[in-house]
Protein backbone atom coordinates (compact mmCIF):
# COMPACT_ATOMS: atom_id res chain seq x y z
CA UNK A 1 0.00 0.00 0.00
CA UNK A 2 1.29 3.36 -0.88
CA UNK A 3 1.40 5.85 1.96
CA UNK A 4 0.75 9.39 1.26
CA UNK A 5 2.51 12.30 2.76
CA UNK A 6 0.52 15.27 3.37
CA UNK A 7 2.92 18.80 3.86
CA UNK A 8 2.05 22.19 4.85
CA UNK A 9 3.59 24.64 2.58
CA UNK A 10 3.70 28.64 2.27
CA UNK A 11 3.45 30.40 -1.49
CA UNK A 12 3.39 34.03 -1.82
CA UNK A 13 1.23 35.46 -4.67
CA UNK A 14 -0.08 38.27 -5.81
CA UNK A 15 -3.62 38.17 -6.97
CA UNK A 16 -5.74 41.54 -8.23
CA UNK A 17 -9.08 41.58 -7.54
CA UNK A 18 -12.06 44.44 -8.34
CA UNK A 19 -13.57 46.34 -5.39
CA UNK A 20 -17.55 46.12 -4.86
CA UNK A 21 -17.31 50.13 -5.66
CA UNK A 22 -15.25 49.08 -9.12
CA UNK A 23 -17.35 46.34 -10.12
CA UNK A 24 -20.76 48.79 -9.53
CA UNK A 25 -19.46 51.48 -12.09
CA UNK A 26 -18.66 48.89 -14.69
CA UNK A 27 -22.33 47.53 -13.97
CA UNK A 28 -23.63 50.93 -14.36
CA UNK A 29 -21.59 51.21 -17.50
CA UNK A 30 -23.58 48.57 -19.26
CA UNK A 31 -27.14 49.55 -18.30
CA UNK A 32 -29.40 51.52 -20.36
CA UNK A 33 -31.65 54.35 -19.15
CA UNK A 34 -34.62 51.83 -17.68
CA UNK A 35 -32.01 49.57 -16.17
CA UNK A 36 -29.78 52.86 -14.64
CA UNK A 37 -33.32 53.88 -13.41
CA UNK A 38 -34.35 51.04 -11.66
CA UNK A 39 -30.65 50.94 -9.90
CA UNK A 40 -31.32 54.31 -8.75
CA UNK A 41 -34.31 53.69 -6.77
CA UNK A 42 -32.91 50.29 -5.36
CA UNK A 43 -29.65 52.06 -3.74
CA UNK A 44 -32.28 54.85 -2.93
CA UNK A 45 -34.01 52.07 -0.86
CA UNK A 46 -30.81 50.89 0.19
CA UNK A 47 -28.70 53.92 1.27
CA UNK A 48 -30.39 56.96 3.28
CA UNK A 49 -27.68 59.21 2.00
CA UNK A 50 -29.00 59.00 -1.55
CA UNK A 51 -31.38 61.81 -1.85
CA UNK A 52 -34.14 61.66 -5.09
CA UNK A 53 -34.55 65.20 -6.35
CA UNK A 54 -36.83 64.51 -8.87
CA UNK A 55 -38.38 61.46 -9.30
CA UNK A 56 -38.30 59.88 -13.51
CA UNK A 57 -40.54 61.30 -15.95
CA UNK A 58 -40.42 61.50 -19.12
CA UNK A 59 -38.33 64.98 -19.45
CA UNK A 60 -35.52 65.56 -21.01
CA UNK A 61 -32.60 68.08 -19.68
CA UNK A 62 -29.52 68.30 -22.26
CA UNK A 63 -25.89 68.79 -22.06
CA UNK A 64 -25.03 70.28 -25.26
CA UNK A 65 -21.95 70.86 -27.56
CA UNK A 66 -21.55 72.53 -30.79
CA UNK A 67 -18.92 71.18 -32.37
CA UNK A 68 -16.99 71.49 -35.87
CA UNK A 69 -15.05 68.93 -37.44
CA UNK A 70 -12.00 71.34 -37.28
CA UNK A 71 -12.31 71.30 -33.14
CA UNK A 72 -10.21 69.40 -30.54
CA UNK A 73 -12.67 67.09 -28.21
CA UNK A 74 -13.54 68.43 -24.99
CA UNK A 75 -11.92 66.84 -22.07
CA UNK A 76 -14.97 67.39 -19.82
CA UNK A 77 -18.38 67.78 -20.62
CA UNK A 78 -19.95 71.40 -21.25
CA UNK A 79 -22.14 72.64 -18.24
CA UNK A 80 -24.57 74.58 -20.29
CA UNK A 81 -28.03 73.03 -19.61
CA UNK A 82 -31.28 73.91 -21.14
CA UNK A 83 -35.25 72.47 -21.67
CA UNK A 84 -36.14 71.33 -25.55
CA UNK A 85 -38.99 72.60 -26.82
CA UNK A 86 -42.33 71.33 -24.70
CA UNK A 87 -43.82 69.31 -27.92
CA UNK A 88 -40.87 67.28 -27.25
CA UNK A 89 -42.17 66.08 -23.85
CA UNK A 90 -45.83 66.12 -26.05
CA UNK A 91 -44.89 63.80 -28.63
CA UNK A 92 -43.30 61.50 -25.86
CA UNK A 93 -46.58 60.95 -24.16
CA UNK A 94 -47.74 60.27 -28.00
CA UNK A 95 -45.69 57.44 -28.74
CA UNK A 96 -45.44 55.66 -25.18
CA UNK A 97 -46.87 52.45 -25.72
CA UNK A 98 -50.26 51.32 -23.77
CA UNK A 99 -49.94 48.15 -22.00
CA UNK A 100 -51.86 45.46 -23.56
CA UNK A 101 -53.52 42.30 -21.99
CA UNK A 102 -51.45 39.47 -21.83
CA UNK A 103 -53.08 35.91 -23.99
CA UNK A 104 -54.22 34.74 -20.98
CA UNK A 105 -56.50 37.39 -19.81
CA UNK A 106 -57.53 38.05 -23.92
CA UNK A 107 -58.33 34.19 -24.07
CA UNK A 108 -60.40 33.95 -20.71
CA UNK A 109 -62.42 36.73 -22.12
CA UNK A 110 -63.77 35.13 -24.77
CA UNK A 111 -64.35 31.83 -23.01
CA UNK A 112 -66.46 33.14 -19.87
CA UNK A 113 -69.01 34.52 -22.36
CA UNK A 114 -69.34 30.73 -24.32
CA UNK A 115 -68.83 28.02 -20.91
CA UNK A 116 -71.61 26.67 -20.63
CA UNK A 117 -71.14 25.72 -16.79
CA UNK A 118 -69.43 25.99 -14.21
CA UNK A 119 -67.28 22.68 -14.81
CA UNK A 120 -66.50 24.07 -18.23
CA UNK A 121 -65.40 27.32 -17.42
CA UNK A 122 -62.83 26.30 -14.66
CA UNK A 123 -61.47 23.64 -17.20
CA UNK A 124 -61.04 25.83 -19.66
CA UNK A 125 -58.76 28.62 -16.75
CA UNK A 126 -57.13 25.18 -16.49
CA UNK A 127 -56.13 25.01 -20.06
CA UNK A 128 -55.62 28.70 -20.81
CA UNK A 129 -52.55 29.24 -17.91
CA UNK A 130 -51.46 26.29 -19.46
CA UNK A 131 -50.23 28.19 -22.53
CA UNK A 132 -46.80 29.14 -23.08
CA UNK A 133 -45.85 32.76 -24.82
CA UNK A 134 -46.84 31.42 -28.47
CA UNK A 135 -50.13 29.64 -27.64
CA UNK A 136 -48.68 26.20 -27.29
CA UNK A 137 -49.55 24.00 -24.53
CA UNK A 138 -47.18 23.14 -21.90
CA UNK A 139 -48.02 19.94 -20.24
CA UNK A 140 -49.98 17.81 -22.12
CA UNK A 141 -53.36 18.14 -22.07
CA UNK A 142 -54.73 15.09 -20.23
CA UNK A 143 -52.64 15.97 -17.61
CA UNK A 144 -54.97 18.98 -16.11
CA UNK A 145 -57.99 16.63 -15.72
CA UNK A 146 -58.56 16.17 -11.80
CA UNK A 147 -59.34 12.36 -11.33
CA UNK A 148 -60.95 13.17 -8.06
CA UNK A 149 -63.83 15.52 -10.34
CA UNK A 150 -66.06 12.95 -11.77
CA UNK A 151 -66.88 16.49 -14.27
CA UNK A 152 -64.09 16.37 -15.84
CA UNK A 153 -63.89 13.84 -18.42
CA UNK A 154 -61.74 13.49 -21.52
CA UNK A 155 -64.74 14.27 -23.31
CA UNK A 156 -65.31 17.56 -21.47
CA UNK A 157 -61.22 18.04 -22.52
CA UNK A 158 -61.74 18.10 -25.92
CA UNK A 159 -64.50 19.84 -26.08
CA UNK A 160 -62.61 22.70 -23.83
CA UNK A 161 -59.94 22.79 -26.36
CA UNK A 162 -61.90 22.80 -29.49
CA UNK A 163 -63.64 26.01 -27.84
CA UNK A 164 -60.34 27.96 -26.76
CA UNK A 165 -58.20 26.23 -30.00
CA UNK A 166 -61.08 28.92 -32.32
CA UNK A 167 -61.10 31.45 -30.12
CA UNK A 168 -59.10 35.30 -31.23
CA UNK A 169 -56.36 34.28 -32.05
CA UNK A 170 -57.35 30.95 -33.87
CA UNK A 171 -54.67 28.12 -33.20
CA UNK A 172 -53.46 28.52 -29.65
CA UNK A 173 -54.13 25.54 -27.16
CA UNK A 174 -52.11 22.87 -29.29
CA UNK A 175 -49.16 21.28 -29.50
CA UNK A 176 -46.85 23.42 -31.79
CA UNK A 177 -47.35 25.59 -34.98
CA UNK A 178 -47.89 22.44 -37.60
CA UNK A 179 -51.58 22.02 -35.50
CA UNK A 180 -51.86 25.22 -35.11
CA UNK A 181 -51.16 26.32 -38.88
CA UNK A 182 -53.83 23.15 -39.66
CA UNK A 183 -56.52 24.28 -37.36
CA UNK A 184 -56.26 28.15 -38.51
CA UNK A 185 -56.62 26.60 -42.32
CA UNK A 186 -59.82 24.85 -41.17
CA UNK A 187 -61.00 28.11 -39.67
CA UNK A 188 -61.21 29.46 -43.43
CA UNK A 189 -64.91 29.20 -45.15
CA UNK A 190 -63.01 27.20 -48.67
CA UNK A 191 -59.34 26.85 -48.20
CA UNK A 192 -57.38 25.38 -50.36
CA UNK A 193 -57.97 21.24 -50.04
CA UNK A 194 -54.19 20.52 -51.45
CA UNK A 195 -53.02 23.03 -48.51
CA UNK A 196 -54.93 21.13 -45.91
CA UNK A 197 -53.42 17.99 -47.55
CA UNK A 198 -50.15 19.57 -46.95
CA UNK A 199 -50.43 20.59 -44.11
CA UNK A 200 -51.44 16.70 -42.37
CA UNK A 201 -48.05 15.67 -41.57
CA UNK A 202 -46.04 17.15 -45.10
CA UNK A 203 -44.90 20.74 -43.85
CA UNK A 204 -41.22 19.03 -44.21
CA UNK A 205 -41.90 19.62 -48.16
CA UNK A 206 -41.64 22.92 -47.91
CA UNK A 207 -38.45 23.29 -46.41
CA UNK A 208 -37.28 24.92 -49.99
CA UNK A 209 -40.38 26.45 -50.61
CA UNK A 210 -39.91 26.91 -54.53
CA UNK A 211 -42.72 25.74 -56.22
CA UNK A 212 -40.91 23.50 -58.92
CA UNK A 213 -39.40 21.32 -55.92
CA UNK A 214 -42.27 21.17 -53.75
CA UNK A 215 -44.16 19.93 -56.82
CA UNK A 216 -42.09 17.07 -57.48
CA UNK A 217 -41.72 15.98 -53.96
CA UNK A 218 -45.31 15.93 -53.90
CA UNK A 219 -45.70 13.96 -57.04
CA UNK A 220 -42.50 11.44 -55.54
CA UNK A 221 -44.30 11.09 -51.96
CA UNK A 222 -47.82 9.96 -53.05
CA UNK A 223 -46.32 7.49 -55.37
CA UNK A 224 -44.69 6.61 -53.12
CA UNK A 225 -47.28 6.36 -50.06
CA UNK A 226 -49.96 5.81 -52.63
CA UNK A 227 -51.97 8.17 -51.42
CA UNK A 228 -54.71 9.78 -53.23
CA UNK A 229 -54.56 13.48 -53.23
CA UNK A 230 -57.40 15.79 -53.33
CA UNK A 231 -56.93 17.68 -56.68
CA UNK A 232 -54.26 17.05 -58.97
CA UNK A 233 -50.47 17.88 -58.05
CA UNK A 234 -49.48 20.89 -60.75
CA UNK A 235 -47.55 24.05 -60.58
CA UNK A 236 -50.50 25.95 -60.66
CA UNK A 237 -52.29 24.03 -57.45
CA UNK A 238 -49.34 23.94 -55.47
CA UNK A 239 -48.78 27.85 -56.30
CA UNK A 240 -51.96 28.14 -54.45
CA UNK A 241 -51.76 26.11 -51.37
CA UNK A 242 -48.24 27.51 -50.98
CA UNK A 243 -49.87 31.32 -51.29
CA UNK A 244 -52.47 30.49 -49.10
CA UNK A 245 -50.05 28.66 -46.11
CA UNK A 246 -48.48 31.88 -46.19
CA UNK A 247 -51.00 33.99 -45.11
CA UNK A 248 -51.55 31.86 -41.72
CA UNK A 249 -48.96 32.34 -38.72
CA UNK A 250 -47.08 29.59 -36.91
CA UNK A 251 -47.03 31.62 -33.60
CA UNK A 252 -50.51 33.43 -33.36
CA UNK A 253 -49.96 34.53 -30.07
CA UNK A 254 -47.83 36.62 -32.08
CA UNK A 255 -49.43 40.07 -30.83
CA UNK A 256 -49.28 39.45 -26.80
CA UNK A 257 -46.89 39.75 -24.66
CA UNK A 258 -46.92 39.10 -20.47
CA UNK A 259 -44.62 41.90 -20.46
CA UNK A 260 -44.77 45.59 -21.78
CA UNK A 261 -43.48 46.61 -24.74
CA UNK A 262 -40.02 48.34 -23.65
CA UNK A 263 -39.61 51.94 -25.19
CA UNK A 264 -36.64 52.91 -26.51
CA UNK A 265 -35.70 56.09 -25.58
CA UNK A 266 -32.29 58.08 -27.15
CA UNK A 267 -29.16 58.91 -24.51
CA UNK A 268 -27.56 61.21 -27.21
CA UNK A 269 -29.05 63.39 -29.62
CA UNK A 270 -26.78 64.59 -32.92
CA UNK A 271 -28.53 66.98 -34.72
CA UNK A 272 -27.35 69.08 -38.04
CA UNK A 273 -27.68 72.99 -37.64
CA UNK A 274 -26.45 75.68 -40.04
CA UNK A 275 -22.88 77.51 -39.58
CA UNK A 276 -23.38 80.98 -40.27
CA UNK A 277 -19.89 81.76 -39.69
CA UNK A 278 -18.96 79.15 -41.50
CA UNK A 279 -21.05 78.94 -44.32
CA UNK A 280 -21.85 75.14 -44.09
CA UNK A 281 -23.28 72.70 -41.36
CA UNK A 282 -22.02 71.64 -37.84
CA UNK A 283 -23.21 68.79 -35.77
CA UNK A 284 -24.94 69.60 -32.51
CA UNK A 285 -24.45 66.66 -29.57
CA UNK A 286 -26.80 66.88 -26.60
CA UNK A 287 -26.76 64.17 -24.12
CA UNK A 288 -30.56 63.29 -22.56
CA UNK A 289 -31.95 62.02 -19.68
CA UNK A 290 -34.96 59.79 -20.39
CA UNK A 291 -36.83 58.31 -17.14
CA UNK A 292 -33.93 58.35 -15.04
CA UNK A 293 -34.42 59.88 -11.45
CA UNK A 294 -32.16 62.94 -9.95
CA UNK A 295 -30.38 62.34 -7.06
CA UNK A 296 -27.94 63.99 -4.96
CA UNK A 297 -26.45 63.48 -1.47
CA UNK A 298 -28.89 63.80 1.52
CA UNK A 299 -27.68 67.49 3.31
CA UNK A 300 -28.57 66.06 6.48
CA UNK A 301 -26.73 62.78 6.09
CA UNK A 302 -23.84 65.68 5.48
CA UNK A 303 -24.14 67.49 8.03
CA UNK A 304 -24.33 64.33 10.29
CA UNK A 305 -21.20 63.34 8.83
CA UNK A 306 -19.75 66.33 10.71
CA UNK A 307 -21.61 67.45 13.27
CA UNK A 308 -22.43 64.08 15.38
CA UNK A 309 -19.21 63.56 18.35
CA UNK A 310 -17.21 60.87 17.49
CA UNK A 311 -15.97 60.88 21.17
CA UNK A 312 -19.42 60.08 22.32
CA UNK A 313 -20.11 56.16 22.78
CA UNK A 314 -23.38 56.16 21.87
CA UNK A 315 -22.91 58.55 18.57
CA UNK A 316 -19.79 56.48 17.74
CA UNK A 317 -21.39 53.73 16.07
CA UNK A 318 -24.00 55.93 14.46
CA UNK A 319 -21.47 58.12 12.76
CA UNK A 320 -19.45 54.91 11.40
CA UNK A 321 -22.65 54.34 9.33
CA UNK A 322 -23.34 57.56 8.71
CA UNK A 323 -19.67 58.22 7.10
CA UNK A 324 -20.41 54.74 5.22
CA UNK A 325 -23.77 55.74 3.84
CA UNK A 326 -22.18 59.34 2.59
CA UNK A 327 -19.04 57.62 1.24
CA UNK A 328 -21.56 54.90 -0.72
CA UNK A 329 -23.65 57.68 -1.95
CA UNK A 330 -21.07 59.84 -3.18
CA UNK A 331 -19.60 56.88 -5.05
CA UNK A 332 -22.90 55.83 -6.52
CA UNK A 333 -23.03 59.72 -7.70
CA UNK A 334 -19.80 59.58 -9.05
CA UNK A 335 -20.53 56.75 -10.90
CA UNK A 336 -23.37 58.06 -12.52
CA UNK A 337 -21.73 61.19 -13.49
CA UNK A 338 -18.90 59.35 -14.99
CA UNK A 339 -21.01 57.17 -16.93
CA UNK A 340 -22.37 59.95 -18.61
CA UNK A 341 -19.45 61.75 -19.18
CA UNK A 342 -18.27 58.27 -21.00
CA UNK A 343 -21.40 58.36 -23.06
CA UNK A 344 -20.79 61.71 -24.16
CA UNK A 345 -17.49 61.60 -25.17
CA UNK A 346 -18.18 58.50 -27.22
CA UNK A 347 -21.27 60.35 -28.99
CA UNK A 348 -18.57 63.28 -29.46
CA UNK A 349 -15.97 60.93 -30.80
CA UNK A 350 -18.70 59.07 -33.13
CA UNK A 351 -20.25 62.68 -34.23
CA UNK A 352 -16.19 62.96 -35.94
CA UNK A 353 -15.05 60.09 -37.03
CA UNK A 354 -18.79 59.88 -39.03
CA UNK A 355 -19.55 63.36 -39.59
CA UNK A 356 -20.50 62.27 -43.76
CA UNK A 357 -22.91 60.26 -42.36
CA UNK A 358 -24.50 62.54 -40.04
CA UNK A 359 -24.49 65.56 -42.97
CA UNK A 360 -25.53 62.79 -45.43
CA UNK A 361 -26.86 60.20 -44.81
CA UNK A 362 -26.30 55.90 -43.40
CA UNK A 363 -24.69 55.37 -46.97
CA UNK A 364 -22.00 57.38 -45.86
CA UNK A 365 -21.32 55.46 -43.01
CA UNK A 366 -17.51 54.97 -42.35
CA UNK A 367 -15.57 51.38 -40.99
CA UNK A 368 -14.35 52.45 -37.96
CA UNK A 369 -13.72 50.40 -34.71
CA UNK A 370 -14.17 50.74 -30.75
CA UNK A 371 -10.30 50.58 -30.67
CA UNK A 372 -10.81 54.53 -32.69
CA UNK A 373 -12.81 55.84 -30.60
CA UNK A 374 -11.18 54.37 -27.50
CA UNK A 375 -7.97 56.15 -28.87
CA UNK A 376 -9.48 59.36 -30.03
CA UNK A 377 -10.95 60.50 -26.24
CA UNK A 378 -8.50 58.28 -24.29
CA UNK A 379 -10.64 55.55 -22.80
CA UNK A 380 -10.18 51.76 -22.75
CA UNK A 381 -11.81 49.83 -25.36
CA UNK A 382 -13.80 47.74 -22.92
CA UNK A 383 -15.33 50.88 -22.35
CA UNK A 384 -16.69 51.45 -25.23
CA UNK A 385 -18.01 48.33 -25.63
CA UNK A 386 -20.26 48.61 -22.53
CA UNK A 387 -21.30 51.86 -23.51
CA UNK A 388 -21.92 50.58 -26.78
CA UNK A 389 -24.80 47.92 -25.99
CA UNK A 390 -27.97 49.48 -25.05
CA UNK A 391 -27.70 53.36 -25.65
CA UNK A 392 -29.11 55.44 -28.59
CA UNK A 393 -27.94 57.91 -30.88
CA UNK A 394 -31.08 60.03 -32.32
CA UNK A 395 -30.51 61.87 -35.81
CA UNK A 396 -31.83 63.41 -38.72
CA UNK A 397 -31.37 59.62 -40.33
CA UNK A 398 -33.27 57.74 -37.10
CA UNK A 399 -32.70 55.97 -34.05
CA UNK A 400 -29.69 54.24 -33.77
CA UNK A 401 -27.47 51.40 -31.64
CA UNK A 402 -24.42 53.22 -30.31
CA UNK A 403 -22.76 49.80 -31.71
CA UNK A 404 -24.33 50.41 -35.16
CA UNK A 405 -21.86 53.01 -35.77
CA UNK A 406 -18.79 50.49 -35.55
CA UNK A 407 -18.76 48.66 -38.56
CA UNK A 408 -16.25 45.77 -40.08
CA UNK A 409 -14.70 46.92 -43.97
CA UNK A 410 -15.07 46.05 -46.90
CA UNK A 411 -12.14 46.50 -49.75
CA UNK A 412 -13.09 48.93 -52.48
CA UNK A 413 -11.49 50.16 -55.70
CA UNK A 414 -12.24 53.17 -57.37
CA UNK A 415 -15.53 54.66 -57.10
CA UNK A 416 -17.84 55.29 -58.98
CA UNK A 417 -19.49 59.55 -59.11
CA UNK A 418 -22.60 58.24 -57.63
CA UNK A 419 -20.76 56.36 -54.72
CA UNK A 420 -18.30 59.27 -54.35
CA UNK A 421 -17.08 59.77 -50.80
CA UNK A 422 -18.36 56.22 -49.17
CA UNK A 423 -14.92 54.90 -48.86
CA UNK A 424 -12.57 56.21 -46.79
CA UNK A 425 -9.00 57.00 -47.55
CA UNK A 426 -7.84 53.30 -47.62
CA UNK A 427 -10.29 52.13 -50.52
CA UNK A 428 -12.51 50.36 -48.34
CA UNK A 429 -16.06 51.31 -46.80
CA UNK A 430 -18.28 49.72 -44.17
CA UNK A 431 -20.51 46.54 -44.73
CA UNK A 432 -24.15 48.73 -43.83
CA UNK A 433 -22.95 50.90 -46.78
CA UNK A 434 -22.72 48.02 -48.71
CA UNK A 435 -25.81 46.38 -47.66
CA UNK A 436 -27.87 49.84 -48.63
CA UNK A 437 -25.77 49.51 -52.15
CA UNK A 438 -26.48 45.87 -52.91
CA UNK A 439 -30.56 46.79 -51.62
CA UNK A 440 -30.75 49.68 -53.99
CA UNK A 441 -29.37 47.62 -56.83
CA UNK A 442 -32.33 44.86 -56.29
CA UNK A 443 -34.63 47.51 -56.29
CA UNK A 444 -33.61 49.59 -58.86
CA UNK A 445 -33.70 46.53 -61.13
CA UNK A 446 -37.36 45.20 -60.33
CA UNK A 447 -38.29 48.92 -61.20
CA UNK A 448 -36.55 49.03 -64.16
CA UNK A 449 -37.02 45.93 -65.49
CA UNK A 450 -40.34 44.43 -63.78
CA UNK A 451 -40.83 41.56 -66.30
CA UNK A 452 -37.03 40.78 -65.97
CA UNK A 453 -35.51 37.47 -64.16
CA UNK A 454 -34.56 38.89 -60.82
CA UNK A 455 -30.55 39.22 -60.75
CA UNK A 456 -28.50 36.22 -58.81
CA UNK A 457 -25.96 36.75 -56.19
CA UNK A 458 -23.06 36.60 -58.58
CA UNK A 459 -24.92 38.92 -60.80
CA UNK A 460 -24.88 41.34 -57.96
CA UNK A 461 -21.41 40.42 -57.00
CA UNK A 462 -20.83 41.97 -60.64
CA UNK A 463 -22.97 45.18 -60.17
CA UNK A 464 -21.45 45.93 -56.67
CA UNK A 465 -17.82 45.16 -58.55
CA UNK A 466 -19.07 48.33 -61.03
CA UNK A 467 -19.52 50.60 -58.20
CA UNK A 468 -15.95 49.83 -56.85
CA UNK A 469 -16.78 47.74 -54.45
CA UNK A 470 -15.55 43.60 -54.49
CA UNK A 471 -17.02 41.44 -52.60
CA UNK A 472 -17.62 37.47 -53.34
CA UNK A 473 -20.63 36.08 -54.16
CA UNK A 474 -21.09 34.37 -50.80
CA UNK A 475 -20.63 37.27 -49.04
CA UNK A 476 -23.60 38.89 -51.05
CA UNK A 477 -25.18 36.25 -49.97
CA UNK A 478 -24.81 36.83 -46.72
CA UNK A 479 -26.16 40.26 -46.88
CA UNK A 480 -28.67 39.58 -48.79
CA UNK A 481 -29.89 37.34 -46.12
CA UNK A 482 -29.52 39.94 -43.47
CA UNK A 483 -31.49 42.33 -45.61
CA UNK A 484 -34.00 39.78 -45.43
CA UNK A 485 -34.23 39.81 -49.09
CA UNK A 486 -35.22 36.44 -50.61
CA UNK A 487 -32.85 34.45 -52.76
CA UNK A 488 -33.75 35.19 -56.81
CA UNK A 489 -35.29 31.96 -56.83
CA UNK A 490 -38.00 33.07 -54.52
CA UNK A 491 -38.44 36.85 -55.84
CA UNK A 492 -40.75 37.32 -58.13
Not at 13 to 23: A, D, E, F, H
Not at 298 to 316: G, H, Q
Not at 388 to 412: H, P, R
Request: hydrophobic content about 35%; glycine content about 4%; charged content about 30%.
Amino acid sequence: MVGLNIEIAQHQSQQMQLSPQILQSLSLLSMDSQELSTQIYEESQKNPAIEIISDSKPSIKPVSAKKSFNENLPQKIPTSTGILESDNFQSFLENRPAFGKSLQEHLLDQFRLVAETPGILELGKKIISNLDARGFNQEIPEKLLNPACKEETPELLEKCLKIIQHLEPVGCAVSGPEESLLIQAKSFPNPPSLALFILKGKLNLLEKPRINLVTKKLVELTEKTKEEPPVPITEKNVSDALDFIKTLDPNPARQFSLKETQYISPDVYIKKIQNEEENGFQLQVELVRYDIPEIALSPIYKELATSLDSSSPREKKDLKYIKEAVKDAEWFINAIRYRESSIFKVALAISDLQHNFFLKGPLYLKPIRMKDVAEKIGIHEATVSRISNGKYIQCDWGLFEIKYFFSAKVTSSTVTSSEQNISDSNNSVSRESVKLVLKDIILKHKEDNPDAKPLSDQKLAEKLKEKGIQVARRTVAKYRTELEINSSFDRK
